[in-house]
């Protein structure tokens, strides 16, 4: 029986397994000990994801790579600056940190991307396959917008879900009232699209159940926090 297991089950087992047990833990219990293993989480699942990847090329890596240096770059330039985001800056719980920015985000930035690129390759490959059937062409130009227009919407709409419960959580404070700006969400749309725009064009496997699987259960995970955080 254990043999017929995926490795995409376990994996979306354990996220499940880690997300409501931190879910509770945020909701019921003390905020300051799970909110300690916020790291941990965001680790465990980016080694999820990695785990899951079937295709680790070179160009795989240089994916990771681009996510990582990108977001935080664009991060450490929105902490100083404010020309991008706004005018944030980050607390301590996300662990060390590279002039003000922890070194996480950049992880988080890939998980988002990655996994937000992934769902929508999945999504839209039936129907853009079928148009190609119909056409007898390959609508290539067609699938590159798909895939990094509606991926970097994706994107902008988990962000949507997830500032309010981070701001809440103290994972970063807004400036002034406090209030998220608009101009948060329109920086992540152009940057999600330079990174998906990277995504779609590097050749490696974009076929991932577990990160489809990730995408959802961490966008649950906001929604009820979103919706019963105190």
């Known amino acids: 029986m254990l043999s017929r297991v995926s490795k995409f089950q376990v994996a979306t087992a354990i996220a499940v397994l880690f997300h409501t047990i931190g879910l509770v833990g945020l909701l019921y219990f003390d905020k300051s000990f799970f909110l300690e293993a916020t790291p941990f989480n965001l680790l465990l699942s980016f080694a999820l994801l990695v785990w899951t990847q079937t ?19 664009v991060e450490i330039i929105g902490i100083h600056t404010g ?10 719980v996300l662990g060390f940190k590279f002039k003000d920015v922890p070194l996480l985000i950049g992880i988080n930035w890939f998980i988002i991307i990655y996994c937000c690129g992934i769902s929508v ?10 148009v190609a059937a119909d056409t007898g062409n390959t609508p290539a130009a067609m699938k590159a917008l798909s895939v990094i227009i509606d991926g970097a919407t994706l994107a902008v709409f988990f962000d949507w ?44 496997s974009k076929q991932n159940k577990f990160a489809v699987n990730l995408l959802l259960i961490q966008m649950m995970f906001f929604l009820l926090l979103r919706t019963f955080l105190k």
Do not use: Q
């Open 161 to 204: 879900l997830m500032e309010p419960v981070a701001v809440k959580l103290g994972y970063w404070v807004w400036s002034g009232d406090g209030s998220i700006p608009v101009f948060n969400y329109m920086c992540w749309f152009v940057v999600s699209v330079l990174l998906l725009t990277v995504f779609h064009f590097v050749k490696f």
């Open 55 to 73: 295709e680790k090329n070179l160009h795989f890596l240089f994916f990771f790579i681009a996510c990582f240096l990108v977001g935080v770059t």
């Open 121 to 130: 390759h999945a999504l839209l490959m039936k129907m853009i396959n079928r």
């Open 83 to 92: 020309v991008l985001f706004g005018d944030y800056t980050y607390s301590n």
